[in-house]
């Protein structure tokens, strides 16, 4: 979801699939983890939603994913560190080979 409203943004591409698994590869292949991607943030939250600023625990999350739901979760929160760290190298991995497939 957050890749679409990423392309949603952009005059400069097609919406085709193609352009989407591009989007979402570019994205999340520079990500700044532990930075959350949020989908739509909901300011009048529970004391038990997902809030580093408030809950101790939720700081120490590698690849913090929000849902959108209420309250807001961390769906990734069984991710450590170094699973982040592949993922987010197997992000680059993929982003690299749609560059080199546009290039052709």
Do not use: G
């Not at 930075?35 to 004391?47: G, S």
């Amino acid at each position: 979801a957050r890749t679409c409203q990423e392309q949603a943004k952009r005059s400069d591409v097609s919406h085709c699939p193609r352009e989407v698994i591009f989007t979402f590869f570019q994205l999340f292949s520079s990500w700044k983890w532990p930075a959350p991607v949020y989908i739509r943030q909901v300011m009048d939250q529970p004391h038990s939603a997902w809030d580093p600023s408030i809950n101790a625990m939720d700081r120490d999350h590698a690849m913090p994913i929000i849902t959108s739901s209420v309250p807001q979760m961390n769906s990734a929160v069984n991710i450590n560190r170094s699973t982040q760290k592949y993922i987010q190298n197997k992000m680059v991995e993929a982003h690299q080979i749609c560059v080199q497939i546009q290039n052709e």
